[in-house]
């Protein structure tokens, strides 16, 4: 079964502390994001990457940055994180739009992880 | 702002009844994809259309599409409890790469 995987499902962490939210994907998607979902705004996208060593800003990308070194790992981080970043935060992958192989821009997420900032 | 929003922000049915969402949206669009969200979970896709696409089906679901009024609808007949969910329109931006989401239509199916 093809999936995305979250590392962790739940987190407490403390302002100011560095974190770091791994997702990895087994279906060799080009596309990988990291959204942030909180009640009343939906799917807010952070950042996405559309290959390897690639990285674009999404709608939300202040506080946050991504690394990409290997095609099926996206990772986000959270340099100083803040109460402000109390959140779900949700990996997707999908194929570039540019494939020809059906399901192209089709997002499979992951479970999600939530953060809790004290 | 979201790309996408839905209306109503939340809807409750009875079991057996059809339930209707709607999605409007702001720019030119690609396709436009509907996902589904159980509690606390992550997002699983419905069904996509694509942008010279009026209609499609899949199952109980009926997805509409109207570019010239930018929006779209969301069918789900004969409801059964477990479709109890929250509901997403997402739009994928001309161009490729970006995928919008809207804030999401609640329903509940009342058994």
């Known amino acids: 079964d093809v999936k995305v995987t979250q590392s962790s499902r739940y987190l407490v962490k403390r302002t100011g502390e560095k974190v770091f939210l791994e997702c990895v994907q087994d279906?060799?998607?080009?596309?990988m994001f990291w959204y942030r979902q909180d009640p009343g705004l939906g799917l807010r996208l952070i950042y996405f990457?559309?290959?390897?060593?690639?990285?674009e800003k999404g709608d939300i990308p202040e506080g946050y940055s991504v690394s990409r070194e290997k095609k099926e790992r996206f990772s986000l981080i959270l340099e100083s994180a803040s109460t402000n970043q109390t959140s779900m935060y949700l990996c997707?992958?999908?194929?570039?739009?540019?494939?020809?192989?059906?399901?192209?821009?089709?997002?499979?997420f992951g479970a999600g992880s939530r953060l809790t900032v004290l | 702002s979201q790309q996408g929003e839905e209306d109503p922000q939340a809807l409750s049915i009875q079991e057996g009844e059809n339930a209707t969402m709607n999605c409007s949206y702001k720019?030119?669009?690609?396709?436009l994809q509907w996902y589904r969200q159980n509690s606390g979970r992550g997002l699983v896709h419905l069904i996509l259309?694509?942008?010279?696409?009026r209609e499609k089906h899949s199952g109980r679901l009926r997805v509409t599409l109207d570019t010239s009024k930018k929006s779209s609808s969301l069918l789900i007949t004969a409801s059964r409890a477990a479709d109890t969910a929250s509901y997403f329109c997402?739009?994928?931006?001309?161009?490729?790469?970006?995928?919008?989401f809207g804030a999401g239509t609640r329903l509940f199916v009342k058994a």
């Open positions: 997707a992958s999908s194929r570039s739009h540019l494939s020809r192989l059906p399901g192209a821009n089709v997002l499979t």
């Open positions: 259309i694509r942008s010279n696409e």
């Open positions: 990457s559309y290959d390897v060593k690639m990285k």
């Open positions: 997402a739009t994928g931006l001309q161009g490729g790469f970006k995928t919008i």
């Open positions: 720019t030119s669009i690609n396709n």
């Open positions: 279906m060799d998607h080009e596309n």
